[in-house]
């Protein structure tokens, strides 16, 4: 883990040797809204730094209620839990109990996780919260503890869900391996784009998501980055006449006559 000091214009180094962080292969960071410092390592579970004392304290499975060190995305919800995308599920951590709560997939229950492995969350203005995997989205049901997936069937261009953000109006933007979806929750329709409508590429990159304090939305993948203000992608439902303006022949116009197979202009001509 590194911190840049923009004073001294220089970078302050941690790492397993001159500190308690539970692993050099750093995959999330979360500052939350006390200021605290929650990292996730692949293969070292969840650390939290506090910057007052810059110590940390370090939660791996044979150590603590952590079932899975593979901490792969880090979000705190509404709630004040800290969330965790890991390799093998979701997890909850409640910071004032210390207590650990796992989701895993289930293949005997329809309404566990889809997948194991989580690669994308948001939370929403109604604090739903999304959760992506490499197989379906999945809306969480804090009451009854179960999930509600959604699949390519049901609309989506792909079953990977990279990236997730939500925009003013609770659309969800999903970035996935063959484009970018827009899902709309409430009306359980779909909009999805290609790279004919400007995309990089059609595939994109897992933890590759932001969204900027000015309201730009940002999904990296395997061609560069887009960026975007999600309330400027107008959809437009008009669909246009079609009609035809030319007539070739071996990319040679057809010229109108007796001899010709076109015998009125292409536009009035039925067959």
Same mark, same amino acid.
């Given at each position: 883990l590194n911190l840049f000091d923009r004073e001294h214009r220089h970078f302050i180094h941690y790492n397993r040797e001159n500190s308690d962080l539970a692993s050099d292969n750093i995959f999330s960071i979360l500052e939350d809204?006390?200021?605290?410092?929650?990292? /996730?390592?692949?293969? /070292?579970?969840?650390?939290?730094?506090?910057?007052?004392t810059n110590s940390f304290v370090s939660y791996v499975p044979r150590e603590s209620?952590?079932?899975?060190d593979r901490v792969g995305m880090i979000?705190?919800?509404?709630?004040?839990?800290?969330?965790?995308?890991v390799a093998s599920g979701l997890i909850f951590f409640d910071p004032e109990e210390?207590?650990?709560?796992s989701y895993i997939h289930d293949d005997n229950n329809r309404q566990s996780l889809s997948n194991g492995g989580v690669i994308s969350i948001a939370e929403s203005a109604d604090s739903t919260l999304w959760i992506g995997t490499g197989n379906g989205l999945n809306k969480f049901d804090r009451e009854r503890g179960g999930f509600t997936s959604y699949y390519v069937k049901d609309g989506l261009p792909s079953n990977a869900i990279k990236g997730i953000l939500v925009d003013k109006q609770g659309n969800l933007w999903l970035s996935t391996n063959r484009g970018i979806s827009r899902f709309d929750p409430e009306k359980g329709t779909y909009k999805n784009y290609d790279i004919s409508d400007g995309l990089q590429e059609n595939e994109f990159y897992q933890y590759s998501y932001y969204q900027s304090p000015g309201?730009?939305?940002?999904?990296? /993948?395997?061609?560069?980055?887009?960026?975007?203000?999600p309330e400027d992608i107008q959809f437009n439902p008009s669909i246009p006449p079609v009609v035809f303006t030319d007539f070739r022949i071996f990319n040679k116009a057809v010229s109108i006559g007796k001899n010709s197979p076109l015998h009125s202009h292409i536009s009035e001509t039925d067959t």
């Open positions: 809204e006390s200021g605290i410092l929650w990292v /996730g390592a692949h293969f /070292g579970g969840l650390s939290y730094m506090d910057p007052s209620g952590l079932v899975d979000l705190e919800d509404s709630y004040g839990d800290i969330v965790l995308g210390e207590a650990f709560t309201g730009t939305f940002y999904f990296g /993948g395997v061609n560069g980055f887009n960026a975007f203000f």
